[in-house]
């Protein structure tokens, strides 16, 4: 079945420590056998896309590209070249205007024909008293530069705007989109910077505000910035089954840790290939398979306490299910069952935490390797429960030990399970009481 959707793959668009060479190399052929089309080479952190955007390649770097390029073309997958110069730009500046040219020339030499000019994450106004002498605006600005910018490359542009969330018909996005060749993808995150939702009906307001269907730039499984606590690596949820007819497709942004964002990818290639009969939890299911391999089991048991993101708000089903279960049986019916049952809820957990340190994919185990130890330290938490509440009475001492660990726990700031156990600790006292 050909996918609704014409672009469709990742984004390397984060903040924070770019992916290494290797691993570049490594996610082009995953997605390339994924079926995706894109890869968007666009890491803020890289001072040569972003604060030293005027600096020219040398041949070390464009030796690396090259490879880049070549891994594309071998895999199906379209190399997209992303800048940010928006931080520094002097849009009034011929200089300026020329070094931007000069630099995606000196890739397009490469062989590459897919550019993105990235203007997000910037001042809403223009900062320089010189253009502001000259432009009325920033979107003007903006609008002028991509004028230019556009017919002298050989190839396709993608622009992401500095307006790039919300209804999609606001006033700057409207003026942006009707400023410029129709031709050009623009950007669009949807409601929020990070969307729960992505609906047909936002895709055609923006559209029909700025002539152009939406390019998504889906921000799962990205957590950069204020989300750097959390691992996104649950389902991919929220998106409609018809978004593909009125969207030019989607992007998703990347997380620095690429062996744990190949599981979201996978599932969005799913998604991607046919969004009406898409499933999310089956799609999870065969993603997580097919990054762990053997260790499924023990990768899915760890996955479902980091559902947590913009997507999802169901942290840890499976733990909440049997805390639940444990809190009725324990106040109306055997308490003695009941806490034996809960020790063997955190004997299990341990299980899963030991076994996640030795999971064949070696590169998984080293990135989530602080979310495992937050993992093992919950497990400890709720074994502690359990071990007092075998006691019989619930003395002052035993309080104060589950709130030690429970400060423990908080004092890492890693988001695993949720607030589930932070929860079931903060209660101890209070709700299982005899």
């Known amino acids: 079945m050909t996918s609704p959707f014409a672009v469709g793959g990742i984004i390397e668009g984060f903040y924070g420590t770019p992916w290494t060479h290797q691993q570049r190399l490594d996610m082009i052929g995953f997605i390339g056998r994924l079926g995706m089309n894109t890869y968007v080479y666009g890491p803020k952190d890289d001072a040569f896309l972003r604060r030293d955007w005027r600096k020219k390649f040398d041949r070390d770097a464009l030796r690396r590209l090259r490879e880049l390029v070549d891994a594309c073309v071998q895999s199906g997958v379209t190399f997209t070249f992303a800048l940010s110069p928006g931080l520094s730009m002097r ?88 400023g410029i060749d129709p031709t050009i993808d623009i950007f669009f995150t949807g409601r929020a910077i990070c969307s729960p939702v992505l609906e047909t009906v936002d895709a055609e307001r923006f559209e029909a505000a700025t002539g152009h269907p939406p390019l998504y730039w889906d921000n799962f499984p990205v957590n950069d910035v204020a989300m750097t606590h959390e691992l996104h690596v649950g389902p991919y949820l929220g998106r409609d089954g018809s978004l593909g007819s009125a969207s030019r497709g989607i992007i998703a942004n990347a997380m620095p840790y690429p062996e744990a964002s190949k599981i979201a990818f996978a599932s969005i290639a799913d998604y991607l290939a046919d969004p009406e009969a898409y499933q999310p939890e089956q799609s999870w299911e065969r993603a997580i398979e097919l990054v762990a391999g053997a260790d499924r089991e023990t990768v899915r048991a760890f996955a479902d306490a980091l559902r947590g993101s913009a997507l999802c708000t169901d942290d840890s089903p499976r733990l909440a299910e049997r805390l639940e279960r444990f809190a009725f049986d324990y106040s109306f019916g055997d308490s003695a069952v ?64 589950v709130m030690a660990a429970l400060t423990h726990l908080r004092s890492h700031r890693l988001r695993v399970h949720g607030d589930l156990v932070d929860m079931f600790l903060s209660d101890f006292a209070r709700e299982f009481e005899r």
């Open 91 to 178: 849009y009034s500046s011929a200089s300026d205007r020329d070094l931007l040219i000069a630099k995606y020339r000196q890739v397009s030499e490469l062989g590459v024909s897919s550019f993105a000019l990235l203007l997000d994450d910037i001042p809403a106004s223009l900062q320089h008293p010189e253009d502001a002498d000259v432009f009325a605006s920033l979107v003007d600005a903006q609008i002028t530069l991509i004028r230019q910018l556009h017919p002298l490359l050989d190839g396709e542009l993608m622009v992401a705007p500095t307006t790039y969330w919300g209804r999609g018909d606001e006033p700057y996005l409207s003026q942006l989109g009707r």
């Open 338 to 401: 009941a806490v034996a049952e809960l020790g063997d809820v955190a004997a299990e957990l341990g299980v899963v935490a030991s076994h996640m340190r030795t999971i064949f994919n070696r590169a998984l185990a080293a990135e989530v390797e602080p979310w495992v130890d937050q993992y093992e330290r919950a497990a400890s938490a709720i074994a502690l429960c359990a071990e007092i509440m075998g006691q019989g009475e619930i003395l002052p001492a035993g309080r104060a030990r």
